[in-house]
Nanobody, 125 residues
Framework: QVQLVESGGGLVQAGGSLRLSCAASGLTLSRYAMGWFRQAPGKEREFVAAISWNSGSTYYEDSVKGRFTISRDNAKNTAYLQMNSLKPEDTAVYYC??????????????????WGQGTQVTVSS
């Protein structure tokens, strides 16, 4: 049974940082491109960041460029999202995703094979 389990969310003040983790089980993470998405209340889920299987390529949504960093440790079967300089508009449920395609396709709305259950990030002003 494949599971992606996010952790690291919470409440933080504007300007603060959080590091999200996505621990995978039941699959070999190195065979998948990984992505992070988020969904704010009343809004559709949106792409945040993606990383290729070997960390060779990364993609970011424009509003998080320079503030968020996606990474992965295939030996630990875990992906990460380091979020710095957080803003109230970053408040959302954050989901990790695994895709058997490419990070490019994830960034363009391509198919995702597995989703995590989400972790809440709340940024206070």
């Amino acid at each position: 049974q494949v599971q992606l389990v996010e952790s690291g969310g919470g409440l933080v003040q504007a300007g603060g940082s959080l590091r999200l983790s996505c621990a995978a089980s039941g699959l070999t993470l190195s065979r998948y491109a990984m992505g992070w998405f988020r969904q704010a209340p009343g809004k559709e889920r949106e792409f945040v960041a993606a990383i290729s299987w070997n960390s060779g390529s990364t993609y970011y949504e424009d509003s998080v460029k320079g503030r968020f960093t996606i990474s992965r440790d295939n030996a630990k079967n875990t992906a990460y999202l380091q979020m710095n300089s957080l803003k109230p508009e970053d408040t959302a449920v954050y989901y990790c995703a695994a895709s058997g395609t490419t990070a490019t396709r994830i960034s363009l709305g391509g198919p995702v094979d597995y989703w995590g259950q989400g972790t809440q990030v709340t940024v206070s002003s």
